[in-house]
């Protein structure tokens, strides 16, 4: 089993900024993507930022400039530092991790269980 924690979340204020974090533990071989996508009340869950293995970064166009993807792949960790937030980043957000469960398996796709950035005007 593979669990995707995530933490950070929280109330800021517009203009402000917010750090999540996202640790991958239990049977991993190796991790290929990471991301972060979130989900407003109502609304289809979107992508927020994508990180693979290597360092490549895919970013939705609202947050480009503004929102900044890393991994540390030794602690199969991901991060998502949000400046200049607005009250439309409000949502919770999910880490994604596609992860290989031991040498020659498939890659499987997980999910956190969300943690709730709210921005107030």
């Known amino acids: 089993q593979v669990q995707l924690v995530e933490s950070g979340g929280g109330l800021v204020q517009a203009g402000g900024s917010r750090r999540l974090s996202c640790a991958a533990s239990?049977?991993?071989?190796?991790?290929?993507?990471m991301g972060w996508y979130h989900q407003a009340p109502g609304k289809q869950r979107d992508l927020v930022a994508t990180?693979?293995?290597?360092?490549?970064?895919i970013y939705a166009d609202s947050v480009k400039g503004r929102f900044t993807i890393s991994r540390d792949n030794a602690k199969n960790t991901v991060y998502l530092q949000m400046n200049s937030l607005k009250p439309e980043d409000t949502a919770v957000y999910y880490c994604?991790?596609?992860?290989?469960?031991?040498?020659?398996?498939?890659?499987?796709?997980?999910w956190g269980q969300g943690t709730q950035v709210t921005v107030s005007s």
């Open positions: 994604k991790a596609d992860v290989s469960p031991y040498s020659g398996s498939g890659y499987y796709a997980y």
């Open positions: 239990g049977s991993i071989f190796n991790i290929n993507a």
């Open positions: 990180i693979t293995s290597g360092g490549s970064t």
